[in-house]
DNA sequence: ACGCTATTGCAAATGCATTCGCGTTTTGCT
DNA sequence: AGCAAAACGCGAATGCATTTGCAATAGCGT
């Protein structure tokens, strides 16, 4: 049976308090206001259970470890932003046409990911 | 200084045989066609140096490890295409519009990458 | 409030890609 | 051909992100 604790209420704060793709470091500091004990592991721990529960959903970039989002988020299709300075990830709503025009011949299209990368609003400012 | 050895010629014939990125055990395997005493150990060495050298550049997608190209592949804008059958990577030419529509306010682009995943030409015959 | 068991914190262990140490082999210059 | 330095092959070592074992803690049904 699952329980409702402290931490995993923390962490699933975190997300929607932040709005964007978290990683697994950058939810222990942020779980951490309200839980200061909280621990690396039982972010794992937590992170797991709720990808298996489709609560949450992976969110990989090239050559980084994965962050997280909320399902809700990932269920419409969309995109997302890396900041050079901030290294946080957005949301980007919204897609782009023509991206079959890019296949050679005999090639077959099944999925697509977009990375933006460039300055957030907040180190922008 | 720099030394022509049978195994650096190896690697950088088997980029230029695939045609497409490859990593490093990709390129061990291709390379053993013709020294089979081809250590992995080398390989790495090797890809550093000729990144350092700029004679190739790494390819990263999401969730995997580093792939490399040739610099001169490299040097026009392009993105790639990952098969989801043998896992093969292809480049991609051209691009698409648009994509500066998807930032929010307050955002600044600087850069992105494209990956189009699917059925590649071989997996698809 | 009590007790059962899921969950936690902590530190140690994994898994994996990549790197290093070192004795041996090659390369390229003379 | 002779040699010093660069490269190699091999196996062991790193670095990191992630996982796990275990004793202690804390939800939650009764």
Redesign the pocket.
């Known amino acids: ?8 209420v923390a ?1 699933e704060n975190a997300f929607t308090a932040a709005g964007r793709p978290l ?3 950058e939810i222990l500091e942020a779980a951490r206001d309200e ?15 709720m990808v298996d529960d489709r609560i949450l959903h992976p969110v990989e970039l090239p050559g980084e ?2 962050r997280y989002e909320l399902q809700e988020a990932a269920d419409k299709h969309h995109h997302h932003f890396r900041c050079r300075k901030c290294d946080a990830v957005f949301d980007l709503n919204g897609c782009v046409n023509g991206l079959s025009k890019l296949l050679p011949a005999g090639f077959q299209m099944s999925g697509h990911d977009i990375v933006i990368y460039g300055d957030c609003r907040a180190c922008n400012a």
Chains 1, 2 share one sequence.
Do not use: D, E, F, H
């Open positions: 049976m699952q329980r409702q604790t402290t931490q995993r962490i990683g697994p470091q839980v200061p004990s909280l621990n690396l592991a039982t972010v794992y721990r937590t992170l797991k259970r470890s994965p």
